[in-house]
Each structure stands twice: as C-alpha cells, then as structure tokens.
C-alpha cells in the first residue's frame, strides 16, 4: 500500500500506513448510520484496549465533512470524510441492495434503530440526513494494514452488520503482528565452573 496522509475531519493529518502501528482502516455508510454508529460505540467502548494492542483506528464515511461534524465530537480516533468515494474505490468497497435486504442485516437494523432513537432522545447522538451523501447502500469493510503498508487482513462485509467485532480485531492483531525477537540466552563458560 502507498504512503499517504488522510486529513480527519478534526483537522489531524492521520499517516497511512502508521510506521510505528497496525492500522485498522474501517469503511463505514453515510454520517449518522445508525447500524454503524452502533458498532463505533462498541469500538469507542473498548478504544483504550485497542490502542493498547498497537491499533490505530481510522474510520472512513462517504459522506462530507460538515455532514459528519456532529457525529463525530466525541469519538476518540480519527474520522476521515470522503464523499468523492476515492479511498471506496481503492480498496474495491461497494454499493448494494443486498446492504439493506440481506435477512441477516435486518435484525441489526431493527436494533440499531432503536439504540440510535434512544440516544437522539438523550442527545447523545444526531439524527442522519433523510437523503445521506452517497446514499443508503453502502457495505462496510475492515483492513488491518502493517506499518510497512502491507494489509494483513481484510473484510468486506455482505450486508450493513458485517464486520469485525472489537475482539475479532484484536485476535487479528495478535496473530498477524510480528513477534518482537527473543533475545538469546545468556552463554555460560564452561570453563569458569
């Protein structure tokens, strides 16, 4: 993968590939999805324990930045707004009806909107555009990209619930992140005993 340098919505220029970390460049929907916002607090929840584990996040929207100001005050990681869907197109992230009709999405749905009704309700969260910048039918998709831009693994989610849960990631992480070398054992002289 190239080096390059997204701008987050915050402002930040966020490296991609981060030359000291793992990257996990998360495509999400439109600004106030309800599905995605369900799964970013589960991500946000466990943030901490994810840094700690030498993950990066960076969550990509094809929806602009002034659409996704609201929704992103308080997420603690980096938010980058694409509505042109270049960094979609990159890395083969698609639309689909099957986005929002795959029966596994639905229940998920059901959920999501109910949660994100709750905490409009405590203003906790905005309610979305009734026509969101790219539309409805985006898929999401996860990739695990190395320090040196290799991408260690990737998902493309079959329907709008479809992707990595936080320990899925840091299992991912676990297994795919190189071992730090093991020091060799102190030699003895044989002739000092």
């Known amino acids: 993968m190239n080096e390059r340098s997204l701008a987050a919505v915050s402002g930040d220029q966020v490296a991609v590939p981060d030359p000291d970390r793992l990257i996990h460049l998360q495509f999400r929907r439109f600004a106030g999805c309800p599905v995605c916002n369900l799964h970013l607090r589960s991500v946000t929840r466990r943030h901490r324990e994810i ?11 094809h929806s602009p930045t002034e659409e996704l100001l609201p929704h992103t005050t308080d997420l603690p990681f980096a ?4 509505p042109t869907r270049r960094l979609y197109t990159e890395f083969g992230v698609e ?3 099957r986005a929002l009709l795959s029966p596994r999405a ?5 959920g999501a909107v109910l949660s994100g009704v709750r905490e409009v309700v ?8 009734t026509s969101p910048h790219g539309g409805r039918l985006g898929l999401p998709a996860d990739f ?8 260690l693994a990737a998902k493309y989610g079959e329907h709008v619930y479809d992707q990595w849960p936080v320990d899925e990631l840091l299992d991912l992480a676990a297994r795919t992140s190189p071992k730090p070398p093991t020091p060799p054992a102190p030699r003895t002289n044989p002739a000092a005993r």
């Open 95 to 97: 639309r689909s009806p």
């Open 106 to 110: 639905w229940l998920p749905i059901a």
């Open 144 to 151: 695990l990209i190395a320090p040196d831009g290799r991408v």
């Open 79 to 82: 938010v980058v707004a694409d």
């Open 51 to 61: 840094e700690a584990a030498g993950i990066r996040e960076v969550v990509v929207f």
């Open 122 to 129: 405590r203003g906790r969260e905005h309610l979305p555009s």
